[in-house]
């Protein structure tokens, strides 16, 4: 069982930067590939970025390829997303993922456990 936490959402305007964070219990987090999916109102949940579970492998949508960066410390049990030149379409509820495998996919049917969420708002 996998339990995680994100933090680091909040209000900013365009072009500014945030970086989320997720951290997860248990000491299997090194084994699982991490993913961040967001959901905007009335909209569906849209995959954002990946990552593998050694970090050698990560992927972006293409919204926000060039603008953000995943990555992991296993040693903290924590997976980053770090986002710049934010836009208001970048306005979510973003939720970190682990998949119960070594690598990531773009589905959010594959992944085994969620975190809560955390809001992210850009203002124009």
């Known amino acids: 069982q996998v339990q995680l936490v994100e933090s680091g959402g909040g209000l900013v305007q365009a072009g500014g930067s945030l970086r989320l964070s997720c951290a997860a219990s248990?000491?299997?987090?090194?084994?699982?590939?991490m993913g961040w999916f967001r959901q905007a109102p009335g909209a569906e949940r849209e995959f954002v970025a990946l990552i593998s579970w050694n970090g050698g492998n990560t992927d972006y949508a293409d919204s926000v390829k060039g603008r953000s960066t995943i990555s992991r410390d296993n040693a903290k049990n924590t997976v980053y997303l770090q986002m710049n030149s934010l836009k208001p379409e970048d306005t979510a509820v973003y939720y970190c993922?682990?998949?119960?495998?070594?690598?990531?996919?773009?589905?959010?049917?594959?992944?085994?456990?969620w975190g809560q969420g955390t809001q992210v708002t850009t203002s124009s």
């Open positions: 248990g000491r299997a987090f090194s084994t699982y590939a």
């Open positions: 993922a682990a998949r119960n495998s070594p690598f990531g996919t773009k589905r959010y049917s594959d992944y085994n456990y």
